[in-house]
Structure formats: C-alpha cells, structure tokens
C-alpha cells in the first residue's frame, strides 16, 4: 500500500535496473514538484510565505503514496487495471483538490466577496507574462506526456510519438474552444484568461490517456476538458471559493475529466509494451476500464481531501495559512523579498525601491488598518513611478515630466471603479468646459482617495 523497499536507490546496483530507476526517480521528483506548485496558484495574494513553505515539505506526504497505488508495478490500483500514463490524477486532480482544501481554509482574498466597492479581482498584472508562462507550460507538456513512456528503446517511441501528436491536438481544440466561449460569454471580446486557462485545461485532460487514443479523439478530450475548466471557473465564484488562477479548475476538474475520459476513448495498446490490454466504452470495450476510473478518481479525492485537512490545520494553528491585511495589501514580494520597496516590521515604516519613506502604518488592531495600508500602497507606488523618471531623466539629459504626469494619470484612472471612471470624465468634461487647465493628477487624487487598491 505504501511502499518502501529502495529508499533513496541506495539498493540500486544492477545495470539492467539503473536506466529505468533513476529515469522513474526524476520523474517522479518532477511530478511530486508538480503538484506542489499547483497549490500555490490556488492560494495567491493571501497565503502566509511561511506556512506554504512548511506545507510545500509535507505534500510529499500526500503526492508519493496514491503515486505509488497507481504507477508501481505493485501499486493496488495498477493491478485492478486503473490507467494514468501522465498523471492526471495523482498531479493535476491531486494538486487542484489539495489547492480547494486550501481556499476553503485560507479564504478569499479581503474584499473579494463582500458585496462592496471593490478592486477588479480578475485584472491581471502582465497578461504578457501569463501567456509567456502558458507557451513554457505548453511546450514542457510535450516533454511531460511524451517523457512518460520512460525511454525510446521498443515500442516506448511509438507510444511518445503518439503521445506528441495527441496532446498538440488537444490543446488547439481546447483553444479554440475557449475562443468561441470567450467570444460568446464575453460579449465580443477574447478573454487572456479564459484562452490560457481553456488551453491548459485541454492539455491536463489528455494527459492521462495520451498515448492510447487517435488524434481525432485527442480532439475531443481537448475541447470538453476546455469547455469543463472555462464553466467550473464560472461556478466556483458563485459557491464562495477564490481561486485567483484558476488552479482548480484546470488541474482538478480537467484532472477528473482526464481520468474519466480514459474509460471512454481508449484503445488496447498495441505495441509490445502493452500499457492497457482493455479498451473504453466507445471503442468496443466494456466498463471493467471505466469502474477501474472511476474507483481511482474516488479513491485519490477522498485521500487528498482527508490528508491535505490533517496536514494543513496544524500549519494554520501553529504559523497560520492566512496572511495579515498588511502582507495581502503590500504583497509578498515587498514583504518577503524586499522588492520595488521595503517595509520595517518593527517600526511599521514603508519605504521605496529608492529607500525614501513612505509612511507609517498606526498600532496594529487599528480599525481603517485595511484603508491605511490601501492609501500607503498607493503612495508607494506613486513614488516608485516618479524616481524611474527622474532616474531616466538624470541617464538622458531630456525632461520626462510630461510623460511622468501621463503615465501617472493613465495607472490612477486604471485603479478607479467604473463610476468613479464617470465621476472623473465628468469632472474632466466640466473643467474643459469653463476653461480651467488643471492638472489630470489633481483632479484624480480626491477620487483615488476613496479607491480600495489590492497587492
């Protein structure tokens, strides 16, 4: 059930062994990092530093032993015929339902879901980066999928081959899937986030299943497994849980979709390695396969839920998963990394990436603690935007206060709500009108007053 035998390979001497070990091994520390990392996606923007450290060491704990159920030859789920060729479940479904837990004990982000004015919780900082990072993810997904035969010699290069093509083909399904909902939903407009998190939802539900499927059926396991992230990103919203990237649903529900879908559109390998000798449902199998699914997905939830709540509240009770207003409003990088500014925990002093000072925060319990961190934040970054162009104008001899005084105005309007974005034209259009030439930063700063700023 748990293992055991070959701890750290120290037994592992036999040259005929050594290739085949050591590549599972890697693999295997690449997949136990995998799922790790999912949780942090789940948590972002409140969870202590500290805690999801801690936590980040006992996950092994919930990542190894299922890992062992179903990819070791001895595995009790392996012997009952359960399939997962790249990890769909004991990864992806594993890592979202360990990221679930965490929303559900961490919470939403402050102001997410308390019916008042509130930041826009789904602007993303750099959709540049986030698409950057999608592209990396897509193409190491080859490597994932494809490495999952575990070597070229027999007939693992035919299996990594088919593998290639069917994953490519599922996430362009998945993609345009996510299009034309995004298209749809989102009145006209393509959505960065629905288009990375459809493709990524496609890629996680081939997974499990890519090298025994035909590319037209990689299609289709493409664009539901799209289709189910982009709807499950919807719903969680509605049911209370803040998933600020999506993690859960493009690991856990794709995850599930992933594993379901194998007793559905599998075909009996028919290469010498033999990975699966039954076929799914529709490709004239019976549903000993689907059972075995569906025993498998069953089995890793109801593990990951027990023993991720086992592990985590001890964390919470001792270190405390959740992050003060203070962290969640500044941001881990300022608080933990020092970067883009610097804030004094003793003295409760904010000082900027230039080490000018900013403020002081009042005595911890404060009432508008929320309010002052908001207005320091503001401030922060204001004087942060101001000391790269004077810096920029020190390096070229040229004036930039006009651009200066631009992009200020451009990140201010950014920050207001829609009806302070009408209350500014307004004001905007009036002052026009009687010929007054105020500056645009003047007439934004009595709005930006009122206006809740994130991390």
């Not at 392996?78 to 004990?105: E, F, Y």
């Not at 998190?197 to 081939?206: R, S």
């Amino acid at each position: 059930v748990v293992g055991g035998s070959d701890l750290f390979l120290t037994t592992v001497r036999d040259a005929d062994r050594i290739g085949n070990t050591y590549a599972m091994y890697f693999f295997q520390l690449s997949f136990a990092t995998t799922a790790t990392t999912v949780v942090s996606g789940a948590l972002a923007e409140r969870c202590n530093f500290k805690a999801y450290v801690v936590f980040s060491v006992v996950h092994i704990v919930i990542y190894c032993i299922p890992a062992h159920w179903i990819l070791h030859p001895d595995g009790w789920l392996k012997r009952l015929g359960a399939l997962d060729i790249g990890g769909a479940g004991i990864v992806h479904m594993l890592g979202g339902l360990t990221g679930l837990v965490g929303c559900v004990v961490v919470g939403p982000r402050t102001g997410r879901f308390d019916g008042g004015r509130q930041r826009n919780f789904t602007h993303m900082d750099s959709p540049t980066n986030a698409l950057l990072g999608l592209f990396m993810l897509w193409w190491g997904w080859l490597g994932f999928n494809c490495g999952s035969s575990y070597g070229v010699a027999g007939g693992k290069w035919k299996l990594a081959a088919k593998a290639a093509v069917t994953t490519i083909n599922s996430s362009v399904a998945g993609g345009t899937v996510a299009f034309i909902l995004s298209y749809w939903l989102k009145k006209g407009i393509f959505d960065i986030s629905y288009i990375i998190n459809g493709v990524l939802g496609a890629l996680v539900a081939i997974t499990s299943l890519c090298a025994v499927v035909t590319p037209g059926e990689g299609l289709v396991v493409g664009a539901v497994g799209s289709a189910v992230t982009l709807a499950s990103q919807e719903l969680l919203p509605l049911l209370g849980v803040d998933d600020p990237v999506g993690a859960v649903s493009v690991h856990g529900v794709a995850g599930a979709w992933s594993l379901l879908a194998v007793g559905l559109f599998t075909t009996a390998d028919p290469t010498e390695e033999g990975i699966v000798t039954k076929s799914g449902v529709f490709n004239g199998g019976n549903w000993d396969l689907m059972t075995s699914q569906v025993l498998y997905l069953v089995t890793i939830s109801v593990w990951t839920v027990v023993v991720t709540l086992v592990l985590l509240k001890p964390i919470d009770l001792l270190i405390g998963v959740r992050s003060d207003i203070t962290f969640e409003i500044f941001g881990a990088d300022l608080i933990e990394h020092n970067v883009r500014g610097r804030f004094d925990e003793e003295t409760k002093c904010l000082f900027d990436e230039s080490d000018r000072f900013i403020g002081q925060l009042s005595a911890a319990g404060s009432a508008n603690r929320r309010r002052e961190c908001e207005q320091l934040y503001l401030k922060l970054l204001k004087s942060n935007e101001e000391s790269r162009f004077r810096k920029s104008e020190l390096q070229t001899g040229e004036p930039v206060a006009k651009t200066a005084d631009k992009s200020w105005r451009e990140f201010s309007f950014s920050c207001c709500t829609l009806k302070q974005k009408q209350e500014f034209n307004l004001s905007a259009a009036a002052a026009a009108a009687a010929g007054v030439r105020a500056s645009a930063r003047n007439k934004v700063s009595p709005i930006l007053a009122d206006t809740p700023m994130g991390s």
